[in-house]
């Protein structure tokens, strides 16, 4: 088990089908002489104040590494099916704040993503609806036995690995969003730490597998340096969050 798995769960409702909820659209206040203040360049999330914050000081760079015994699709299957539920549960605390109003594309910097249907054409949707075409598209694939097997004698597809790097994209985009735009209320539900720790040990997961292009990555690569290194302990211990609550959701195959 992952100690930083076993904390309670994040406050906030869990699921990636969206509810209503009342938005006040945030208007830039003029300064005395009447003028607007400039837009905000600096990063909150690189202030050293916050990129210290975790939940767990346990070096994640060790824990990542597939086990003696365990199958590597097993492995695979089982991360990143925890990062789902993860991912999945921290976008929930912020949910109501991610608009169509207020997010209307899916952007993290100067990038933008856009949603490929079935039929590989380009859809051009907010980021809340990014989020719920992510989430219900992976929630399909880790519920497949023919994708992610859980019985005896069923094989992974050949196609395993490229639907986990498929997976992980999509997570990492989320992940991304969360910081660009949604940073400040995280920081205001104080749960910045759990977002630092899951951003590291998903991201050194993904390296130690070779799950995500450094060129898909780089637009946070900033971030990355600055959490990732020291074997995933950046830039100190936790928030004094300890052990308890729920453990991680494994993928095991029943015998």
């Known amino acids: ?52 914050s975790r939940i767990t000081d346990v070096g994640f760079k060790e824990l990542v590494v597939l086990p003696r015994e365990i199958d590597l699709n097993e492995w695979l299957a089982s991360n990143t099916t925890t990062f789902f539920h993860h991912v999945n549960l921290q976008y929930s605390t ?37 989020v719920d075409f992510v989430m219900s598209s992976v929630q399909k694939l880790v519920t497949d036995e023919d994708v992610f097997p859980t019985k005896y004698g069923r094989e992974f597809p050949s196609s395993f690995e490229s639907l986990v790097k498929k997976i992980c994209k999509y997570l990492f985009h989320v992940l991304a969003h969360i910081y660009w735009s949604h940073f400040k209320e995280t920081l205001a539900l104080e749960l910045h730490g759990h977002l630092n720790t899951l951003y590291v040990h998903f991201i050194l997961f993904a390296r130690e597998f070779n799950l995500l292009d450094p060129k898909e990555t780089a637009v946070m690569d900033d971030l990355t340096e600055v959490l990732c290194s020291a074997g995933g302990r950046g830039g100190g211990g936790g928030d004094g969050a300890s052990g308890g609550g729920t453990g991680a959701q494994n993928h095991v195959k029943e015998r």
């Not at 699921?15 to 206040?29: A, I, N, V, Y």
């Not at 169509?100 to 952007?107: F, H, S």
């Not at 993503?113 to 079935?118: I, K, S």
């Open 1 to 52: 088990m992952v100690p930083w798995l076993l904390l309670p769960p994040l406050s906030g409702q869990v699921g990636f089908t969206h509810h209503p909820f009342l938005w006040t659209s945030k208007k830039s206040k003029a300064k005395p002489n009447g003028k607007k203040p400039a837009t905000e360049e600096k990063k909150m999330y690189l202030e050293p104040e916050y990129t210290k």
């Open 94 to 130: 912020i949910s109501e704040f991610c608009t169509g109003e207020a997010c209307q594309t899916m952007a993290v910097c100067n990038t933008q993503y856009y949603w490929y249907d079935e039929r590989g054409k380009k859809v051009k949707c907010t980021a809340p609806q990014y």
